[in-house]
């Protein structure tokens, strides 16, 4: 799901793995998260300054798409750090959310250039702005052994609010971009053709509007678990049969 943040691990989690890697992969992360940080932070002064200067969000993704593709799009390294083994988190997990956002910036938005001035691709642009800063700079202070207070709220807090609407504004994106597909055909394959198989795209985004039901509460919930774990040090253990 596009908006989640790849919780896989909590701040005890990450000393572990600092003590199992070694110092060129530490180095590697430590500069691959601030050169995230500052990719978004980039795209959120961007964003600020167009509001400021418009008036108005149309037009604003426009201005900031080629950044915003670039830092997403090479977010798929965070596969190959799982895969590697230099980031202790679920291939699976990082890559069905890495996967979902890129899906989002280049199967919805790019392709779909009719929607790109809805009110829902700002809402869910500002969610993944502030959501990215914070993960990438939490990341970056864990690795670098000092991690102020705040980031570690904003960390598991934030996303209480911030994660629902950026769900709400990835789906109403989606909805928006349903007539569109329906109308133009875009990226189906009909039949008869000689591979003599076929392909609704428009079908295809109802099924994946459809999963964010099951999925969005298991993650969420999910989220919740370790927020009271490393806020109030909980511990949950699970039952056995």
């Not at 390294?77 to 890129?102: D, F, K, N, P, Y």
């Not at 009909?190 to 039901?213: A, G, H, Q, W």
Request: proline share 3%; hydrophobic share 45%.
């Amino acid at each position: 799901m596009a908006s989640s943040e790849e919780d896989g691990s909590v701040e005890e989690k990450e000393s572990s793995k600092r003590k199992t890697i070694g110092p060129l992969s530490t180095a590697w992360l430590t500069f691959y998260n601030i050169a995230m940080t500052a990719g978004w932070l980039v795209l959120a002064v961007a964003m600020t300054r167009f509001y400021i200067q418009r008036g108005t969000h149309k037009g604003l993704y426009r201005s900031i798409q080629k950044t915003l593709k670039f830092f997403q799009t090479f977010a798929l390294v965070e596969i190959l750090h799982c895969a590697v083994g230099i980031v202790h988190t679920s291939v699976l997990v990082t890559g069905v959310q890495v996967s979902s956002r890129i899906f989002m910036v280049w199967f919805i938005t790019h392709s779909i250039k009719q929607i790109q001035n809805e009110e829902s691709v700002l809402l869910f642009l500002v969610v993944w702005t502030v959501t990215e800063i914070t993960r990438y700079s939490f990341y970056t202070f864990n690795l670098l052994n000092h991690l102020p207070y705040f980031i570690k709220w904003a960390r598991y807090n934030l996303f209480i609010i911030l994660y629902p609407i950026g769900v709400v504004g990835e789906l109403m994106t989606m909805h928006a971009a349903l007539p569109i597909v329906q109308q133009t055909g875009m990226f189906s394959l009909r039949l008869p053709n000689k591979y003599n198989v076929s392909f609704d795209y428009y079908y295809f985004l109802i099924i994946v509007m459809i999963s964010y039901i099951p999925m969005f509460p298991q993650l969420y919930f999910h989220m919740l678990r370790q927020r009271r774990k490393v806020l109030h040090g909980e511990v949950f253990v699970e039952k056995e049969d």
